[in-house]
T-cell receptor
Framework: NAGVTQTPKFRILKIGQSMTLQCTQDMNHNYMYWYRQDPGMGLKLIYYSVGAGITDKGEVPNGYNVSRSTTEDFPLRLELAAPSQTSVYFC???????????????FGQGTRLTVV | GDSVTQMEGPVTLSEEAFLTINCTYTATGYPSLFWYVQYPGEGLQLLLKATKADDKGSNKGFEATYRKETTSFHLEKGSVQVSDSAVYFCALRRSGNQFYFGTGTSLTVIP
């Protein structure tokens, strides 16, 4: 059971470059999330999705885009990388229906991104 | 709005010491409450959870009790080990939508 899988694990980008952080889950969860964690800080929500075709902004969405074409996948796109986007990015998923309305989130291992 | 306030760190303890990390929350209704642990270089892992008032979550010697009257979910362990060194996050979830995380508490246990 793979859970939540993120790729790549590490990446160095130059300013102005673009990239997509991949996230996939095999638990048939309808909720998926993207967070960033800056050094020594907590988690900040970038975007989330409550199901295929539905996405919404979190606390810090500027500079990012997402899509959710399938239940399994929730990629995060950085269009014009900036040094302020240097961070560790975590994808997470959770159930959210019926008796599992308030169950826990499952996290991926993270993508460590450096923009130089 | 919903929020979680967590004891600030860092916390440094000697091995076998007693641990308490305070967590209080603000939310209407009946949220579920969680403690997550993050080891260096890794993602967050669920440590324990409680879904209703007076529930006690427990795992790996850690415990936390959901106290609705004080809106608290403090994490405790009777005897910490070096391997418990990590960052601990308190979180809540209500009505199926977003999770609200505390800022995290870094724990270092020295031999």
């Amino acid at each position: 059971n793979a859970g939540v899988t993120q790729t790549p694990k590490f990446r160095i980008l130059k300013i102005g470059q673009s990239m997509t952080l991949q996230c996939t889950q095999d638990m048939n969860h309808n909720y998926m999330y993207w967070y960033r964690q800056d050094p020594g800080m907590g988690l900040k929500l970038i975007y989330y999705s409550v199901g295929a075709g539905i996405t919404d902004k979190g606390e810090v969405p500027n500079g990012y885009n997402v899509s959710r074409s399938t239940t399994e996948d929730f990629p995060l796109r950085l269009e014009l990388a900036a040094p302020s986007q240097t961070s560790v990015y975590f994808c997470a998923s959770s159930s959210g229906q019926g008796r599992e309305l308030n169950t826990e989130a499952f996290f991926g291992q993270g993508t460590r991104l450096t923009v130089v | 709005g919903d929020s979680v306030t967590q004891m600030e760190g860092p916390v440094t303890l000697s091995e076998e010491a007693f641990l308490t990390i305070n967590c209080t929350y603000t939310a209407t209704g009946y949220p579920s409450l969680f403690w997550y642990v993050q080891y260096p270089g890794e993602g967050l892992q669920l440590l324990l959870k409680a879904t209703k008032a007076d529930d006690k979550g427990s795992n790996k010697g850690f415990e936390a009790t959901y106290r609705k009257e004080t809106t608290s979910f403090h994490l405790e362990k009777g005897s910490v080990q070096v391997s418990d060194s990590a960052v601990y996050f308190c979180a809540l979830r209500r009505s199926g939508n977003q999770f609200y995380f505390g800022t995290g508490t870094s724990l270092t246990v020295i031999p």
